[in-house]
């Protein structure tokens, strides 16, 4: 009789033992589920509104602010003032524009004078000019304009100017001069600047409703070409103004399809000022908020 109880207490107990390891077992086994969809993790937030791509990218260029110093006179260089000029095209004359006052040439004297700095700006700029246009006075070259020796780089030199801003946007492509010329035709003008030791800045090609696609595009790969030529002198607006296809935006597409409106002109004198090296010279400092 206590040998049977021994047995059933030895058999309880065992039975014990086994639920026990089973427990243990079961603990310390990972937990493997299979749910019945996957739920991508959420991405990181950067961004609260909604980004906006550069062909679709019309917000205001915002001017820089005056450091309300006077402009450093030895700008003057024998001048009642010290001098900007600016050569050019259709755009620098202020094509486009509603009226002579929202041309960015005009913006840009109209800014200089609210924030007291002191400067003459000579515009010698006219439609329709290519870079053969501005080229110094006796250039030859066959079948290319000549120099005209009114509004080119020597006429520009004679100012004595402090600064020499150069705005050519489209009529080298559309007259189908090759890039490798006109930037030729842009080394010999820099060279000069240089020697007379003369500031300069060149904007860079605007678009162009061309029917040409690869009028179009040669806009973005002379703008590239540019920028690697000298890249602390060239104010680059092209992605700025141009829809995807390098077509002017319509927010500032001017009627004929070849030049901008009056908020086109707002982006060229916004960029113009915003350049580094403009700001250095005029005394300009951050952006306004």
């Not at 049977?4 to 026990?20: D, N």
């Not at 004359?93 to 700006?121: F, P, R």
């Not at 004198?269 to 908020?289: S, T, W």
């Amino acid at each position: 009789m206590n040998l049977k109880l021994s047995a059933s207490r030895l058999s309880i107990l065992l039975i014990a033992l086994t639920l026990f390891g089973c427990k243990e077992q079961l603990f310390d086994s990972p937990v493997v589920t299979t749910p019945s969809a996957a739920v991508p993790d959420p991405e990181p937030v950067t961004n609260t509104g909604p980004s906006v791509k550069w062909y679709e990218d019309v917000s205001p260029v915002v001017p820089p602010v005056s450091n309300k110093k006077p402009v450093d006179p030895s700008f003057k260089r024998g001048n009642t003032n010290p001098t900007i000029v600016i050569l050019g095209s259709a755009t620098a004359e202020g094509v486009g524009a509603s009226t002579k006052s929202k041309s960015w040439v005009e913006l840009m004297k109209t800014k200089l004078k609210k924030d007291n700095k002191t400067v003459s700006v000579v515009n010698l700029a006219k439609r329709t000019y290519t870079s053969y246009h501005i080229m110094p006075s006796g250039t030859k070259a066959t079948n290319r304009p000549a120099p005209n020796k009114d509004r080119n780089i020597t006429k520009a030199l004679e100012r004595k100017p402090f600064l020499v801003i150069i705005q050519l946007t489209t009529n080298d492509i559309n007259n189908g001069y090759s890039d490798q010329e006109t930037l030729r035709n842009y080394e010999t003008l820099r060279q000069m600047l240089v020697k007379a030791n003369v500031n300069y800045l060149f904007a860079g090609p605007q678009p162009r409703n061309f029917n040409a696609k690869s009028q179009r595009n040669r806009l973005l790969t002379f703008n590239e070409k540019l920028i690697k030529w000298d890249p602390d002198h060239v104010v680059d607006v092209l992605k700025k103004l141009s829809q995807q296809d390098f077509k002017i935006k319509k927010a500032y597409a001017y009627t004929d399809g070849r030049n901008i409106n009056d908020k086109g002109h707002e982006v060229v004198n916004g960029y113009m000022f915003n350049a580094p090296l403009f700001k250095h010279l005029l005394g300009y400092g951050p952006v306004n908020p």
